[in-house]
């Protein structure tokens, strides 16, 4: 079983709906989460951290469940540049140790 | 200004060859990475060092061999270089001790001929 499981997608979705990804981690002891988006050739970029009591960003929310060891990230209103690749990433406790997801590959289209 | 630098950004080599990956963060972070990302798109962790001291060795062959001469650098040299190395190898950096989020640089793209 990987460290840390996503949906490859992809996801096609017309402008303006809601998409949701989830995440799976394999580690309860795991420290730290986030979100990262990558475009097409390009590096991957922090979209936000990820906590138990939820957090909001704009359009994205970003929830954490411990207990099941299982992190989503909604985004409303899709926009065109909504599409790129989203990666969940968990840090181990202990820090340093940093585990990609393979990521969801995410397509808004007009 | 450029955070997390890194030269240089495209390497084409022959197999055997040996080849070094230049890496600079100017955000005065502690932590600093190595990652390779393969044709798949799979990120995987290679080396964390923090204030130039090796944390992570993430399996890696020892054909490649980080060197952090202060905690702004971390350098990748790879000998020896073989068919399989070819990746976009990433650079990145963190605030403390290896919880925070990362900030990469813009990425090498490795191809081996």
């Known amino acids: 079983r990987k460290e840390v499981e996503q949906d490859p997608g992809p996801f096609n979705v017309p402008e303006g709906a809601t998409v949701a990804f989830n995440c799976t981690y394999s580690?309860?002891?795991?420290?730290?989460f986030f979100w990262y988006r990558q475009d097409c050739r390009k590096e991957p970029k922090l979209l936000m951290s990820v906590y138990s009591s939820g957090n909001e960003d704009g359009r994205f929310t970003a929830q954490l469940n411990r207990a099941s060891q299982y992190i989503s990230l909604l985004i409303r209103d899709s926009k065109l540049s909504d599409s790129a690749t989203y990666l969940c990433?968990?840090?181990?406790?202990?820090?340093?140790?940093?585990?990609f997801g393979a990521g969801t590959r995410l397509f808004v289209k007009a | 200004d450029t955070a997390v630098s890194q030269t240089p950004k495209y390497l084409v080599t022959q197999m055997g060859n040996d080849k070094s990956i230049k890496c600079e963060q100017n955000l005065g972070h502690d932590t600093m990475y190595w990652y390779k990302q393969d044709s798949k798109k799979f990120l995987k962790i290679m080396f964390s060092y923090n204030n130039k001291e090796l944390i992570i060795n993430e399996t890696v062959p020892n054909r490649f061999s980080p060197k952090s001469p202060d905690k702004a650098h971390l350098n990748l040299h790879i000998n020896s270089l073989e068919l399989g190395d070819s990746a976009v190898y990433f650079c990145?950096?963190?605030?403390?001790?290896?919880?925070?989020?990362?900030?990469f640089g813009d990425g090498t793209r490795l191809s081996i001929l």
């Open positions: 580690n309860s002891a795991s420290q730290s």
């Open positions: 990433v968990v840090i181990k406790a202990g820090g340093f140790k940093t585990i």
């Open positions: 990145a950096s963190s605030p403390g001790q290896g919880n925070q989020p990362q900030h």
